[in-house]
Nanobody, 124 residues
Framework: QVQLVESGGGLVQAGGSLRLSCAASGLTFSRYAMGWFHQAPGKEREFVAAISQSGARTYYADSVKGRFTISRDNAKNTMYLQMNSLKPEDTAVYYC?????????????????WGQGTQVTVSS
């Protein structure tokens, strides 16, 4: 079955950096667009970034543009999120997702598969 496994979360001070990874199995990775979402306590799951099947197209939420970079390695079936200049408001559980379309939707409900999430906590 399809599995998406996030790693790399943790506790970091404001201004610091983290690199999240999402390892995929059970699917043809290069045929899926990939995305990152986050969910803070008491809030809805929100779009962070997405990358097309080849990696040629990337999209970001306005709140992370210039600070976060999404990438993928199709040979390793892995997607990454480099997070720099972290802020306390970035604190959330970060989820990776896979979608078979080429649209790169920003709404969580349309994505096909989800990981279990990894906690990112940014202290002030």
């Amino acid at each position: 079955q399809v599995q998406l496994v996030e790693s790399g979360g943790g506790l970091v001070q404001a201004g610091g950096s983290l690199r999240l990874s999402c390892a995929a199995s059970g699917l043809t990775f290069s045929r899926y667009a990939m995305g990152w979402f986050h969910q803070a306590p008491g809030k809805e799951r929100e779009f962070v970034a997405a990358i097309s099947q080849s990696g040629a197209r990337t999209y970001y939420a306005d709140s992370v543009k210039g600070r976060f970079t999404i990438s993928r390695d199709n040979a390793k079936n892995t997607m990454y999120l480099q997070m720099n200049s972290l802020k306390p408001e970035d604190t959330a559980v970060y989820y990776c997702a896979a979608d078979s379309s080429t649209v790169l939707p920003r709404t969580p409900t349309t994505w096909d598969y989800w990981g279990q999430g990894t906690q990112v906590t940014v202290s002030s």
